[in-house]
């Protein structure tokens, strides 16, 4: 448009000029008019990018904050178990204080006592040695299962008062029944070895014990032990097998853990749901057949 004006100035007469001056003076104003927004719109994209840096930052600061956060919380759920166990502790040890402030003058004794309560209809039946082993097998769990402490020996000695039950009250009493009951019978084998746990089980197995002998095994104990029959022929050679297989270990100097213990635990107490093995077994007073 200025480009046209000297051609103009020289050939238009006064309105075409007129014209283009107005034309000049509307150009002027929309150019004027659309400078702000021009300059705002700089202005944005100029704050735009130290804005987006600092959000970024936030985003990282906040980033490492949840992450503090996360170890600040599993360290505080790890200081909580630690003061539960204490505190469980503490409390098992008030509790046995307790007992002794109530009258009895050991720790022995305060365990003796659990137990009484734990096996009220089967501990006058339990001979001193079966007794005094599972007093020391008690006291020590409840002392140290929470520890560092060896569970061999506390394995051994709960096994120990089961051994000298069975062997006792089904062991000896099924041998001599057999002697009797069964003069042909071999003079020799697994039947008429019944002194260890081991031998016991295998009579009481068909697969182990052969047909001839587990008929024998299983005539005299349905014949001596008619309510007991079904433990004695199914359940306990199984309660053996288990014990054993944590007992054995324990007493020949390979590592056990405390949850092994558990299970010999169980099979005393009759933990799980089921009953003590003690109450299971013939009992202590039944007449004995024949000679030891």
């Not at 002027?28 to 704050?47: L, Q, V, Y």
């Not at 840096?53 to 992450?67: D, H, I, K, P, S």
């Not at 062997?167 to 003069?183: G, H, K, M, S």
């Not at 260890?196 to 001839?212: I, S, T, W, Y």
Request: net charge negative.
């Amino acid at each position: 448009m200025l480009d046209e004006c000297p051609e103009l100035l020289v050939h238009s007469d006064g309105e075409e000029l007129r014209d283009a001056l107005r034309g000049l003076v509307q150009a002027a104003a929309d150019t004027a008019e659309g400078m702000p927004a021009m300059a705002r719109g700089a202005e944005e994209t100029i704050a735009l990018t130290p804005f987006s840096e600092m959000l970024r930052e936030e985003q990282a600061v906040t980033r490492l904050r949840l992450m503090e956060l996360k170890d600040e919380i599993r360290a505080g759920q790890e200081r909580l178990v630690d003061e539960v166990r204490v505190t469980r502790v503490g409390i098992q040890r008030d509790i046995a204080g307790m007992d002794i402030a109530a009258g009895a003058t050991t720790a022995i004794e305060t365990v003796e006592a659990r137990l009484r309560v734990r096996l009220p209809a089967v501990w006058p039946e339990l001979s001193a040695g079966s007794r005094r082993a599972l007093n020391t097998a008690e006291a020590t769990w409840l002392r140290h299962r929470d520890t560092d402490y060896d569970p061999a020996p506390v394995a051994v000695a709960y096994w120990r008062a089961v051994e000298a039950e069975v062997l006792e009250r089904v062991a000896r009493p099924l041998r001599n029944a057999i002697r009797r009951r069964n003069p042909q019978a071999p003079s020799s084998g697994i039947v008429l070895e019944l002194r260890d746990m081991g031998n016991l089980m295998h009579a009481l197995r068909k697969a182990q014990a052969g047909e001839a002998l587990y008929a024998i095994v299983q005539q005299v104990v349905s014949i001596e032990w008619p309510a007991h029959a079904t433990f004695l022929l199914t359940q306990l050679p199984d309660c053996i097998e288990r014990g054993s297989r944590i007992r054995n270990p324990a007493a020949h100097g390979r590592e056990v853990q405390w949850s092994q213990v558990s299970i010999l635990r169980e099979i005393v107490f009759g933990d799980g749901g089921e009953e003590s093995i003690f109450a299971d077994l013939p009992s202590a007073r039944t007449p004995r057949i024949g000679g030891a």
